[in-house]
Nanobody, 123 residues
Framework: VQLQASGGGLVQAGGSLRLSCAAS????????LGWLRQAPGKEREFVAA????????YYADSVKGRFTISGDNAKNTVYLQMNSLKPEDTALYYC?????????????????WGQGTQVTVSS
């Protein structure tokens, strides 16, 4: 499974960005795709995930109501729409393929990782 993330950038607080993650290879051998992020000096943390099979979505409390994850199965692509961005959302965002059924909220549940895309939110 190969994952290609894109869409990061610099935005002012309150602004929006959309991240994309294109999956290739045996993407459907996994349970879904997730986004995780890591800020300098901080632990990696879960952001959002979506199940390939059911379309169910999962969010960290810190992004609920602001971020929306969606998928296009025909394109094997997952999107993360990020609205009302805050400086604390600044991080390197990774997309990853989940290989633990029903478990999405930690990096240990993801086996395949794309390269990160930087999101920087200025105050």
């Amino acid at each position: 499974v190969q994952l290609q993330a894109s869409g990061g950038g610099l935005v002012q607080a309150g602004g929006s960005l959309r991240l994309s993650c294109a999956a290739s290879g045996r993407a459907f051998s996994t349970y879904g795709l997730g986004w995780l992020r890591q800020a300098p000096g901080k632990e990696r943390e879960f952001v959002a995930a979506i199940s390939w099979r059911t379309g169910s979505t999962y969010y960290a409390d810190s992004v609920k109501g602001r971020f929306t994850i969606s998928g296009d199965n025909a394109k094997n692509t997952v999107y993360l729409q990020m609205n009302s961005l805050k400086p604390e959302d600044t991080a390197l965002y990774y997309c990853a393929a989940n290989t633990e059924y029903g478990r999405y909220d930690a990096g240990k549940y993801y086996k395949y990782w794309g390269q990160g895309t930087q999101v920087t939110v200025s105050s």
